[in-house]
């Protein structure tokens, strides 16, 4: 067994490629992509060393092409959720006595394989799976998920080295840091493939086994990743990957007495009724479970008087419409002073009418589909009402088809009431409000985007006044997790903004950080005496 005090490598955020014509990035992926769309990917689920394929088998399509066939994944029951509980629960012991700096050097070559041999299959998979352009898929699929898994190998040796002070003589404390008793649920989302390799990842890489449930809409890049975790070592049974229903997964995970915790980014509702369910099995459990989530946003952008409009301009463009407004963190209501909306209004129309629509593999695009039917519908319909409302009006956009993708052009609503509920509903589409307030009531305005929202994920203030900005900065300090000065709220990088929100939001572990990975330890302080007491009687006693 090796031994000496491991120095990891100093993590460094990974290049973003820019995909430019001519390039030879974008001759790799195109490639990437042409090959993806001619195979139909047979995915199986992967518990402990087995494959497992059913008699289930659902189809996968492009959300910009729904008629065509990426391919099939094999659904499971509760039969393989209970098959892959036992097979993390049987790869723990040596997962967890494994040396810690082996668990990192697997996560290390999983780090270059996705940034090298995997990274024009990961970002096509994104692509066509979930819809992403060039850019967005380089940005979450290669760049930020190798981020994940460089950074969280610094963090974790950092907690490993936390140690209490050495100075009491004849004592020596130390601390060491134990896997959780049990096995981890990881309940990961469709719109980042680096949220969905994370959130099983880190606390496998903390010593624990886990079961991961995707999105079943991004079930065809988790797979890939999965050949990423495969291929770099990671032994069988760390993480099992299963493709159930929500109610499956839950009935069984949920009552089972080795359940230790769960990693979760996805919608408010759901993650309260886990937390509640949790609760109401509380005394089922060996541990009480680590509860992990990252949750809903409605995001805000609040402009002051003094604002750059082009600074303005870009960050509402960019914050509200990228991915189509699906990113937990995109700009979905904004808040903008009277004496700056005619100007802004008229660039705003200028941007939106030059954006092309259409499918990923055309990198002229800059506006793809939103993720499937039912998200379609439910955005769409919020369109609908606004446009019958007394109380709003769509001002640009509106359009939207499902004929061939579900497409819906970028939408501004103007909202003539502080209280309408686009203003305060969470739409995870390309959707973006505008509230117009007099100058004057700047300091009101902070108060009213303070309260009109349960969430508290990300926000932004836009001004060149200093003064207003510190309003700003502290007016709006429970509003958001992560906050933005002079900048779009979306964008968080790895190293630099740990992600996560509170109130609506979710737990604020803060993704990409040691806080995050210290959720999945569990410390325990050892004494050692050297010269210890032999008589009870203390001296106060003579």
Same mark, same amino acid.
């Given at each position: ?36 769309? !001619? ?71 999983? !780090? ?26 380089? +940005? ?14 610094? @963090? ?14 004849? +004592? ?13 649920? !990881? ?25 991961? %449930? ?59 009724? +886990? ?47 990228? @991915? ?26 200028? &941007?939106?009418?030059?954006? *092309? ?11 793809? !589909? ?33 004929? %061939? ?10 909202? *003539? ?19 117009? @307030?007099? &100058? ?94 032999? &008589?009870?009687? @203390?001296?106060?006693?003579?």
């Amino acid at each position: 067994m090796l031994k000496g005090f491991f120095n990891v490598p100093a993590p460094v955020n990974e290049p973003v490629n820019s995909y430019a014509p001519g390039t030879k990035e974008r001759a790799l992926l195109e490639a990437a992509i042409q090959e993806a769309r !001619a195979t139909e990917a047979d995915i199986p689920m992967y518990i402990g060393n087995k494959e497992v394929r059913t008699d289930k088998k659902v189809k996968l399509c492009p959300p910009h092409d729904h008629q065509h066939t990426l391919g099939y994944y094999h659904e499971g029951g509760k039969e393989q959720v209970r098959e892959a509980i036992d097979a993390a629960l049987a790869a723990k012991g040596d997962w967890e006595h494994l040396q810690w700096e082996q668990r990192a050097a697997i996560f290390l070559k999983a !780090a270059e394989l996705a940034s090298t041999k995997y990274r024009y299959k990961l970002n096509a998979a994104t692509m066509l799976g979930q819809s992403k352009n060039a850019y967005q898929a380089e +940005i979450d699929a290669a760049c930020e998920f190798t981020d994940f898994l460089r950074f969280n190998v610094a @963090y974790m040796s950092e907690i490993y080295s936390q140690q209490p002070p050495a100075n009491s003589k004849g +004592i020596w404390n130390r601390v060491e840091q134990r896997p959780l008793e049990g096995f981890v649920f !990881a309940l990961t989302p469709f719109n980042f493939t680096a949220i969905a390799g994370n959130l099983p990842a880190c606390v496998a890489m903390m010593g624990n086994v886990v079961v991961w %449930k995707p999105s079943n809409t991004q079930i065809y890049s988790a797979n890939v990743l999965m050949q990423v975790f495969k291929d770099a070592g990671l032994p069988d049974g760390v993480i099992n990957l299963v493709y159930v229903s929500g109610p499956d997964a839950g009935d069984v995970i949920f009552k089972h007495p080795d359940f230790a915790g769960i990693h979760f980014t996805g919608s408010t509702g759901v993650f309260q009724n +886990i937390w509640k369910t949790i609760g109401e099995n509380i005394h089922q459990y060996k541990t009480y479970p680590r509860i992990v989530g990252e949750t809903g946003g409605k995001d805000f952008i609040v402009a002051h008087p003094s604002a750059d409009l082009a600074v303005l301009n870009m960050a509402l463009v960019r914050g509200a419409f990228e @991915y189509q407004g699906q990113k937990c963190s995109a700009a979905s209501r904004a808040y903008i002073p009277a004496s700056l909306w005619a100007d802004l209004k008229v660039r705003m129309e200028q &941007d939106l009418q030059s954006f *092309k629509i259409g499918g990923t593999e055309d990198f002229s695009n800059f506006i793809n !589909a939103v993720i499937d039917e039912k998200a379609f519908d439910k955005i769409t319909s919020y369109i609908d009402r606004a446009k019958d409302s007394s109380d709003a009006e769509v001002i640009i956009g509106g359009d939207y088809d499902k004929s %061939k993708g579900y497409f819906i052009h970028p939408t501004v609503i103007l909202a *003539k009431t502080p209280d309408y509920e686009t203003l305060s509903e969470e739409l995870f589409g390309p959707v973006l409000t505008i509230y117009v @307030y007099e &100058d004057v009531d700047w300091v009101e305005t902070l108060k009213l985007v303070d309260r009109t929202s349960i969430y508290a994920l990300t926000g932004a203030v836009i001004a060149q006044d200093r003064y207003a900005i510190e309003e700003a900065t502290q007016a709006l300090r429970n509003a958001a997790g992560n906050f933005y000065i002079n900048d779009k709220c979306t964008g968080a990088v790895v190293g630099q903004q740990p992600f996560g929100g509170a109130r609506g939001s979710g737990t604020n572990d803060k993704a990409g950080s040691m806080i995050n990975l210290l959720r999945w330890v569990s410390p325990r302080t050892i004494k050692e005496t050297f010269h210890p007491d032999t &008589d009870y009687r @203390y001296p106060f006693l003579g």
